[in-house]
């Protein structure tokens, strides 16, 4: 998907039609917004805005790190932005992508696998402030966006953690502990990708390659900022959620082995009665035989010495 936009004096958000752009210098002052673009559409673009296609596929790849590239003609700032996913038993869980934000001297044009969060908050107007005009301002507005996520989605997955341990407290069940694991794999993406998004930052606040206004150099110390608060509260939530994990395990594992020790003490119980009447079954003599009162009296000793097994066995708390 291709999408163009272009802001005017009032800051308000317009979306164009990129057909209608024929020429590069059409393109002045405008952003242009790749969605999971097909190979057609990428070629068109670079072969209009003279952007190397390799530049543009490079967000495509889940995988690929973030990092800066400084070209002749544009600028790529490749970084990690945060996405919900919806799962079938209908609760969600989160993961990062890659979103490539290429600025020239005259255009921007941000290339993303799918259409998040993020970048809706620039095409819906919600962003105050917002030109594609002041394209160095643009990208510095997208890393805030994208930190601003990291916070929000962070305290979503502690709230979501919390809810799903007073479910565990209720019973332990298979469900509230693969919904627990997935969040705990949410924030190792969320460590890794902003950790990645950190690098970035700082050397954007260093370079001179793009440039910088002073308005927009307390944006990026504010991008920093908020970054780094993002870093320290899923490192935090990762530890805690571990610790959960790790201790839900052990009570899994102690309430196995009660169940384990309760079925082998019930085990030695009705082994009792099975030996002793092997024992007085066999075809040979045994103490009562031909009698009346035999058979009363192996059902009374067999009934006496499992009480005392079992007293013996519940006072060890093994029954």
Same mark, same amino acid.
């Given at each position: 998907?291709?999408?163009?936009?272009?802001?005017?004096?009032?800051?308000? @958000?317009?979306?164009?039609?990129?057909?209608?752009?024929?020429?590069?210098?059409?393109?002045?002052?405008?952003?242009?917004?790749?969605?999971?673009?097909?190979?057609?559409?990428?070629? =068109?673009?670079?072969?209009?805005?003279?952007?190397?296609?390799?530049?543009?596929?490079?967000?495509?790849?889940?995988?690929?790190?973030?990092?800066?590239?400084?070209?002749?003609?544009?600028?790529?700032?490749?970084?990690?932005?945060?996405?919900?996913?919806?799962?079938?038993?209908?609760?969600?869980?989160?993961? &990062?992508?890659?979103?490539?934000?290429?600025?020239?001297?005259?255009?921007?044009?941000?290339?993303?696998?799918?259409?998040?969060?993020?970048?809706?908050?620039?095409?819906?107007?919600?962003?105050?402030?917002?030109?594609?005009?002041?394209?160095?301002?643009?990208?510095?507005?997208?890393?805030?966006?994208?930190?601003?996520?990291?916070?929000?989605?962070?305290?979503?997955?502690?709230?979501?953690?919390?809810?799903?341990?007073?479910?565990?407290?209720?019973?332990?069940?298979?469900?509230?502990?693969?919904?627990?694991?997935?969040?705990?794999?949410?924030?190792?993406?969320?460590?890794?990708?902003?950790?990645?998004?950190?690098?970035?930052?700082?050397?954007?606040?260093?370079?001179? !390659?793009?440039?910088?206004?002073?308005?927009?150099?307390?944006?990026? $110390?504010? @991008? !920093?900022?908020?970054?780094?608060?993002?870093?320290?509260?899923?490192?935090?939530?990762? $530890?805690?959620?571990?610790?959960?994990?790790?201790?839900? !395990?052990?009570?899994?594992?102690?309430?196995?082995?009660?169940?384990?020790?309760?079925? &082998?003490?019930? &085990?030695?119980?009705? =082994?009792?009665? /099975?030996?002793?009447?092997?024992?007085?079954?066999?075809?040979?003599?045994?103490?009562?035989?031909?009698?009346?009162?035999?058979?009363? !009296?192996? /059902?009374?000793? &067999? @009934?006496?010495?499992?009480? @005392?097994?079992?007293?013996?066995?519940?006072?060890?708390?093994?029954?």
């Amino acid at each position: 998907m291709i999408q163009l936009f272009y802001t005017d004096e009032k800051e308000k @958000v317009i979306e164009g039609n990129f057909n209608d752009i024929t020429s590069r210098d059409m393109l002045n002052n405008k952003w242009i917004r790749l969605v999971n673009p097909t190979d057609k559409e990428i070629e =068109s673009v670079a072969k209009l805005t003279e952007i190397d296609e390799s530049a543009i596929k490079a967000p495509l790849d889940d995988e690929e790190r973030s990092r800066i590239e400084i070209e002749d003609n544009y600028s790529l700032v490749l970084f990690d932005i945060p996405i919900i996913e919806e799962e079938e038993e209908g609760y969600y869980s989160y993961s &990062t992508l890659p979103l490539a934000y290429i600025l020239t001297d005259k255009f921007t044009v941000t290339v993303c696998l799918k259409d998040t969060a993020v970048m809706k908050d620039f095409t819906l107007g919600r962003v105050k402030t917002f030109s594609t005009n002041k394209r160095s301002r643009f990208l510095f507005q997208a890393l805030y966006n994208a930190s601003t996520k990291y916070l929000q989605y962070l305290k979503q997955i502690d709230k979501a953690s919390g809810r799903i341990q007073t479910e565990l407290h209720k019973s332990t069940r298979n469900k509230e502990l693969f919904q627990l694991l997935d969040l705990e794999n949410s924030l190792v993406y969320f460590s890794t990708s902003l950790k990645g998004n950190d690098v970035v930052i700082n050397r954007l606040i260093k370079t001179t !390659a793009i440039v910088k206004y002073e308005e927009d150099q307390e944006l990026i $110390e504010d @991008v !920093a900022v908020e970054n780094q608060q993002a870093i320290e509260m899923s490192g935090i939530y990762r $530890e805690i959620l571990s610790v959960t994990m790790e201790g839900y !395990a052990n009570i899994i594992n102690n309430n196995q082995n009660n169940i384990m020790k309760i079925l &082998t003490s019930i &085990t030695l119980l009705l =082994s009792i009665p /099975t030996l002793i009447s092997g024992i007085w079954g066999m075809n040979t003599w045994v103490p009562g035989e031909g009698k009346w009162w035999g058979f009363l !009296a192996v /059902t009374v000793v &067999t @009934v006496i010495i499992c009480i @005392v097994v079992g007293i013996v066995l519940h006072k060890k708390k093994l029954l």
